[in-house]
């Protein structure tokens, strides 16, 4: 699912709200997401998963055309852990329940 493809379902399931005011709401949920993440804070949604900051520290890695050792600095990445409740229903759905059928 795309945003666009988040933007149209809301719009559909909201039929007061405009196309518009659907894709200012979900772009003012993801920024305020973007910000709290940015900042350092853990962003927990009930029943779906939580987000939050992983540190991954320097390390030595190896330049794979020269083989030559580079220094790779510390990281803060993104991390999602899903709740209870979303692992729950993946894991009753099929797994080709919404897999590609070109794969």
């Known amino acids: 699912m795309t945003r666009s493809d988040l933007v ?10 405009t196309l ?11 920024d305020a997401m973007n910000e709290a993440l940015v900042k350092g804070h853990r962003i927990e949604i ?4 939580s987000f939050s ?3 991954r520290p320097p390390r030595m ?4 055309r020269s083989g030559e050792s580079v220094a790779i600095p510390e990281k803060r990445v993104p991390h999602f852990k899903p709740g209870k409740a ?4 993946v894991d009753r759905s099929t797994p080709t329940d919404h897999m590609d059928k070109s794969l």
């Open 20 to 30: 518009r005011d659907t894709e200012f709401a979900v772009k003012a949920i993801l």
């Open 46 to 49: 009930r029943g779906f998963g």
């Open 61 to 64: 890695g190896r330049n794979p």
């Open 53 to 55: 900051i992983n540190r």
């Open 86 to 89: 979303l692992r729950e229903e």
């Open 8 to 17: 149209d379902e809301l719009a559909d399931r909201f039929g007061q709200l």
